[in-house]
């Protein structure tokens, strides 16, 4: 691996995705415009930003998805974080930080870019920065009853959802952008 080889593939990604969302396409060529002009844009050490990648972890059926509760964000979300220097790609960033946060060895991630999302956060560099998150479906090959979980430590808990109850509350889920990834993810 090399922060070129996960550049490129961040690049490919945006390049090949397709979507009919404007904001989504204005977030695909601003992102695009970033990396042009980083070349370490998908490692932490990207002060002004950098690339994250994240997964909607559905069960086999689809019908539950895994979430965390964010230690730090304190919200239920979709699992993943940054890009680590062992990764060859941002799509094996989002499928490493799938199992490692949720404990499952079998799981599949499809190819595509699911969704495109950036926030502002201050994350492990200590500074407030910008996160410019790529999105990938992740699928479980059992259902969740049959598929046992492992919280890490990154994660204050860790629990499967059906799609249709998604966690409320103080600590609920983004739930409109979550409802809106597993309805494109279902829509394939």
């Not at 920065?129 to 860790?158: M, N, W």
Request: proline share 5%; aromatic share 4%.
């Amino acid at each position: 691996m090399s922060a070129a080889t996960l550049h490129e593939s961040a690049v490919d990604v945006l390049t090949e995705w397709r979507t009919d969302d404007a904001a989504a396409d204005s977030l695909r060529h601003t992102t695009l415009a970033f990396l042009a002009a980083e070349p370490r844009a998908c490692l932490r050490e990207s002060a002004a930003g950098h690339i994250t990648a994240s997964a909607v972890l559905l069960d086999r059926g689809g019908r539950h998805v895994l979430l965390t509760l964010h230690p730090r964000v304190g919200r239920w979300l979709q699992l993943g974080g940054h890009c680590e220097p062992d990764d060859r790609t941002v799509r094996d960033a989002a499928l490493r930080e799938a199992r490692e946060e949720s404990g499952i060895d079998e799981l599949t991630l499809e190819p595509e870019l699911l969704d495109a999302h950036t926030h502002p956060i201050t994350c492990s560099l200590g500074v407030p920065t910008r996160h410019l998150d790529l999105r990938f479906v992740v699928r479980a090959a059992a259902d969740a009853q049959d598929v046992p979980i492992v919280r890490s430590a990154e994660s204050t808990d860790l629990r499967w959802w059906p799609i249709d109850a998604l966690p409320d509350g103080p600590e609920g889920a983004e739930r409109d952008a979550l409802r809106a990834m597993i309805d494109r993810a279902d829509a394939r």
